[in-house]
Structure formats: structure tokens, C-alpha cells
């Protein structure tokens, strides 16, 4: 079936790619207990005319996030602390996605520390197994939750997932989290440099050697008593299929290595985008800001010079231990033609190349339509392979 550039399969604002793409994100998260497709569509009807005034959009997700917080207080009052975790989680996940195209400021700050507060209630309620931890790292430390296996017992195998772009901890340690401890397997979600928590509270920028806080994750997880230290993978989607690659290729102690959207050439990939950007197209609005602010330099300009350094070629050929790259057959955001590249450069001889297909499921960028579909598929290969 023939596609069309830079449009989805579902498309809930037709006329505005990157808030479809949004709408998707959050849909997903009801799978964990983390959201509702009819709050969704409530705040989505009252978006409806509006697209692209991302003022409409910070209001109407923050209105939302409110009255879930609300409901999560009067819950707790009434000691149904299930249900407060619940409507707490459904705040943490509006809140999160409230701030997406707000630029850099005490505002955005703000609604992520609000939403910070709420997925750590929630998570108290629903998913005890997860604990707030801080990984050191050159003089500092990285904001991290750590995932422990029902059941798993000591030495348990365990995955280091970072972020990628644009998403944070609090959403990966649900979407991959669960899935993996379901089949008893830890895991240690981490904002990296350049993400979430460590980006947004900390100012600390993205960096191409992902080795460093790579290492520096392995060394804080690889301790503690719940893990065996050689069973250890890392995994990072959308941005991190290039980080995830660059770490298994130079921290050889990782087990095995998810790129969960595969990047073989990132820069290259910015090239693209960057011209649609400037062509007015709704791809990659926010762009002007997010990218220069990720990566900790004043302009797009800048910004395209620091990722001369995020490619993989030559760095692809070193990587050794067993590799799993998961890439959607009509992502919109990162051509397949980067998965089959990436596979076919990676020096694993143990090597899983799988393209979701839409009869698949989960065909989007990162499973964007089925991520379900995508974290089962990736948990299970972990299982087999660590």
C-alpha cells in the first residue's frame, strides 16, 4: 500500500501532524492505567478549530491534569487510594504532555514538577514495585526510577532504558517497565542528559558520547542486590537508537542492546526535518526551540553543527553483544531505511531486524499507533535473550 509523506494512519487533527502524533502518545498510555481515550477526546473536542495554537493546547491539557488531580485528592480523602492512584497517574500523563510545546521557562518547569508529583502518587498506589533513585554521574547524579520484578528474587536480569527527544522516565517506566516485570525482569528508567527530568530541573544538555551516562548507569544498577550484573541490557527509543547503539558499541558490559526506533545517521535526519520546518509544515513546530534546548546550544545552527557528531557510522561495527532493532514499516518521523542500515552496520552476531507492518500493528513511529503491541515484542526477546 502506497503512503503519504509525514501523515499518520490515524490522524485526530488532520491539519496538525505533531498534535495528532501527541494524541496517539496519550492513547497508548491508557494500556498502563495512565489514561482514558474518552479524557482524551473531551480535551481533543475543545481543541477542535484550534490547531496549532499551542497556547489552547498548555490551557485545555492543564485544565484536564487539574480536574484528574482533583479527583485523585477527593479519592485519597475518602481512603480509596487505588482509585486516587489512578486519577493521579491519568494527571501525571496531562500534565507531562501539557508542557510538549511550551518553550523553555519557569512555566514548562513548573507543569512537569506538578506532573513529576503526581505519577510518584500515582505510582505509590498502583505500582509500588517503583522506586525513586539517583545514579551518579560526573559530579552529579541522573533522575532515575528503578523497577523492581514481582517475584524476580536476587540477580534478577534487568534493562537501563533512556529517553529519547521529547518523552521522560515517568512515561517509559510504564509503557516498558510493566511489561518487562511482568516477565521478571527489572528496570532502571533513566532522564539522560539531554532528557526529561535531567534536561527540564537539572540543565544538563545532550551529549553524543552516551557512553559516559551510559557506564554511569550500568555502574549505579550493576550494585545493587536485586540485579545480576551480567545480565544487563540497555535500551532507548526514538533519539536513543542512536544512544542505545553508541553505549552497547563502547560499554562492552551491556548484555544486549534494544534500539527501540532505530537511528542510524541523526543528523541526517535533522537535515529533513530542518526543511520541512522551514518549508511551514506542522511536522516539527516546536523544533526551533526543543532541538537547540536539548542539546545545549543557542540556535538551530549550532545545534546542526553539534550533531555532526551523532552518527553511527564506524561506531555501528563495534557493537558485540546480542541486538534487537525495532522500527515501524510507516514511521513518519524516522524513514525504515535507518533500521535497515543500523542492522545491517551493527558488528552483533546476534542480530533481530523486525519492521512492523500495519497488519502487525504498532507500523508509527515507536509503536505510536500500538505500543502495546511493540513493548510485548520487545519484553519478550529480552526474556529469551538475557
Avoid at 298 to 305: K, N, V
Wanted: proline share 5%; aromatic share 12%.
Amino acid at each position: 500500500m502506497a503512503t503519504q509523506p509525514f501523515k499518520h494512519w490515524f490522524e485526530y487533527f488532520p491539519s496538525n501532524f505533531v498534535w495528532s502524533q501527541q494524541m496517539m502518545s496519550m492513547i497508548d498510555m491508557a494500556a498502563w492505567g495512565a489514561a482514558a481515550m474518552g479524557e482524551i477526546d473531551q480535551v481533543g473536542q475543545r481543541l477542535k478549530g484550534r490547531e496549532g495554537d499551542n497556547e489552547a493546547w498548555f490551557t485545555e491539557w492543564c485544565a484536564m491534569a487539574e480536574d484528574m488531580e482533583r479527583k485523585a485528592l477527593a479519592a485519597q480523602a475518602a481512603n480509596h487510594q487505588f482509585t486516587a492512584g489512578t486519577y493521579f497517574l491519568h494527571a501525571g500523563v496531562y500534565f507531562l504532555w501539557a508542557e510538549r510545546f511550551t518553550p523553555p521557562g519557569e512555566r514548562k518547569f513548573n507543569t512537569y514538577r506538578r506532573s513529576m508529583s503526581c505519577f510518584v502518587e500515582g505510582y505509590q498506589r498502583r505500582y509500588p514495585a517503583i522506586e525513586r533513585v539517583e545514579v551518579p554521574y560526573e559530579g552529579t547524579t541522573l533522575p532515575a526510577y528503578f523497577m523492581k520484578a514481582p517475584g524476580a528474587g536476587a540477580k534478577a536480569p534487568t534493562v537501563v532504558c533512556f529517553d529519547g527527544l521529547d518523552l521522560c522516565k515517568e512515561a517509559s517506566v510504564l509503557f516498558a517497565g510493566i511489561e518487562l516485570a511482568n516477565r521478571g525482569i527489572n528496570m532502571l528508567a533513566v532522564d539522560g542528559p539531554g532528557q526529561g527530568e535531567a534536561l527540564r530541573l537539572r540543565n544538563i544538555p545532550s551529549r553524543y558520547d552516551y557512553e559516559v551516562p551510559g557506564t554511569a548507569a550500568y555502574d549505579y544498577v550493576a550494585k545493587r542486590p536485586e540485579v545480576d550484573p551480567k545480565r544487563i541490557a540497555v535500551m532507548a527509543f526514538s533519539m536513543g537508537g542512536y544512544y542505545a547503539p553508541r553505549i552497547a558499541a563502547f560499554e562492552k558490559r551491556y548484555a544486549a542492546c534494544v534500539a527501540w526506533g532505530a537511528h542510524f545517521d541523526y543528523h541526517a535526519v535533522w537535515v529533513v526535518r530542518r526543511r520541512e520546518m522551514e518549508s511551514g509544515g506542522t511536522k516539527v513546530t516546536s523544533a526551533r526551540f526543543q532541538l537547540p534546548w536539548v542539546l545545549g546550544v543557542p540556535d538551530m545552527d549550532a545545534a546542526m553543527e553539534k550533531l555532526e557528531n551523532y552518527r553511527l557510522a564506524g561506531i555501528a561495527e563495534k557493537i558485540e553483544c546480542p541486538m534487537l532493532i525495532v522500527h515501524g514499516q510507516h514511521d513518519t518521523i524516522v524513514p525504515v531505511e535507518n533500521a535497515n542500515k543500523l542492522y545491517a552496520a551493527a558488528g552483533s552476531k546476534k542480530k533481530t531486524l523486525k519492521i512492523f507492518t500495519p497488519a502487525d500493528g504498532g507500523s508509527e513511529h515507536c509503536h505510536g499507533d500500538n505500543r502495546v503491541v511493540g513493548a510485548n515484542y520487545i519484553a519478550d526477546w529480552l526474556m529469551d535473550n538475557l
